[in-house]
């Protein structure tokens, strides 16, 4: 996984706890009391992380970064234009 591809996944993983409370706060009715009970009730958990991280694929793959490790040594020792 890139930087990129853990930033989504903590994002998904933290939306996870917002879709719940829209459904609950659907079942229950608008309110700040409400509101408030279901931001308590609804931390993101390792659980929503999991569920997150398989549900993305990788954007990149180890051939990836070896080729690009090898354009790297390869500029250095031809040096960089």
Known sequence: FSGSDIRLVCKEAAM?????????????GHGDQNMSLLLKRNP???????????SMQPTSNSRLASQ???WGDRRERFGAD
């Not at 996870?16 to 229950?28: G, H, T």
């Open 44 to 54: 993101v958990t390792l659980d929503d992380y999991s569920d997150a991280r398989r």
């Open 16 to 28: 996870r706890p917002l879709r719940r409370m829209l459904n609950q706060l659907q079942a229950l």
């Open 68 to 70: 690009i490790d090898a």
